[in-house]
């Protein structure tokens, strides 16, 4: 890797750590959603890492996104659900590996005639969300066509979208009476709570539980469970280090507009908005040799750092060390500060 450069580094222990308790939590397996990059984590260690774990199937957005993942040969037995509606029968039948959301009852009867088996569909419904899914009114004839052609599907899901604590459990209620309706054994797969909710809910009738941020240890403000763990550090060395105590400019910049009156040493590191290290980052710190230093200016490519005479090039910098306290400086929710780190910034393993 090319000298003092940033990186995320990606603990594997502590992912899987984190699929085991998560498994423990609710006495239900998990299906890890690896969508957007593995929520900017490096997909292709985090499907690696999860395989090598035990884990046979994950879920994504795209079907561009299962498509690349399959390209990385995980194994044979390792299948992909896709979210979104695909259309193109052709291309589900000549993907096997990939499982598909059927999105509306009269997908399902397309995708029936055209042949794809019904072991590779999970059926999303909506129960009010708004965005997609087989609509209530079109359980009953959902389950009279799954009898008539005796169907067995991979799995039926849906969101728990509810703000109310009640209204979620009324909707655990409704999902539990539609999935009997159809016949629970219709279904190798069961699902309904996402991140938020299984720290929330139980559902008793769901095999599985969806949950996306809680793989990769991260929590939203106002939940905190200790036994998560997080699976990135954003790290690197100090490029360098410049006396500027006499200089007028910082790379563009006056060095009087970027507000480090008395500062004589600036270090730089390579990150920048280029790499989705983004600007709104100027004036939030970061840890180098166990101290917090204020972050000064970020460029497209490199941000510099306001330090003393004790830090050094080669030095160890920690970015974003308290992922808490970056969302509330920059504004941005977890999924933002993640997922815009770009391709730029090298994903590795912790060894």
Do not use: W
């Not at 896709?82 to 039948?93: Q, Y």
């Amino acid at each position: 890797m090319v000298i003092n450069s940033i990186k995320m580094v990606i603990d594997q222990k502590n992912l899987l750590h984190n699929i085991d308790y998560l498994k423990n939590l609710r006495g239900k397996d998990i299906l890890p959603v690896v969508k957007a990059n593995a929520y900017g984590h490096g997909v292709e260690l985090i499907v690696k890492a999860l395989y090598a774990g035990g884990q046979k199937e994950v879920a994504v957005a795209r079907y561009m996104e299962a498509e690349n993942i399959l390209k990385m040969n995980i194994g044979d037995d390792f299948k992909v659900l896709v979210f979104e509606s695909i259309g193109d029968i052709e291309l589900i039948k000549n993907n096997p590996n990939i499982d598909i959301a059927v999105n509306d009852f009269a997908e399902l009867k397309e995708f029936i005639k055209a042949g794809i088996p019904s072991n590779r569909m999970q059926l999303k419904i909506d129960l009010g969300f708004g965005r997609n899914g087989i609509a209530i009114s079109e359980i009953p004839e959902l389950g009279k066509f799954t009898t008539e052609n005796n169907l067995k599907y991979k799995g039926i899901f849906s969101h728990l979208f509810a703000v109310n604590y009640e209204d979620g459990l009324e909707l655990i209620t409704l999902f539990t009476d539609l999935v009997n309706s159809i016949g629970k054994d219709k279904f190798e797969m069961i699902h309904l709570q996402n991140s938020a909710a299984v720290m929330n809910y139980d559902c008793e009738i769901a095999t599985h539980m969806r949950v996306g941020m809680l793989t990769y240890g991260l929590q939203e403000v106002g939940y905190f469970d200790p036994n998560l763990r997080q699976v990135f550090s954003l790290e690197g060395q100090i490029a360098g280090v410049r006396d500027i105590e006499d200089n007028k400019y910082v790379a563009y910049e006056l060095k009087d507009d970027l507000d480090i009156e008395g500062c004589k040493y600036l270090a730089k590191i390579k990150i920048g908005y280029g790499d989705g290290f983004l600007k709104r980052n100027e004036k939030s710190k970061c840890i180098i040799n166990n101290k917090e230093f204020k972050i000064a200016q970020v460029t497209m490519d490199n941000t510099f750092i306001e330090v003393d005479g004790s830090v050094k090039e080669g030095d160890t910098v920690l970015l974003y060390n308290d992922i808490t306290k970056a969302v509330n400086f920059t504004g941005m929710n977890i999924y933002e500060l993640l997922t815009v780190l770009s391709p730029r910034i090298p994903r590795v393993y912790k060894y």
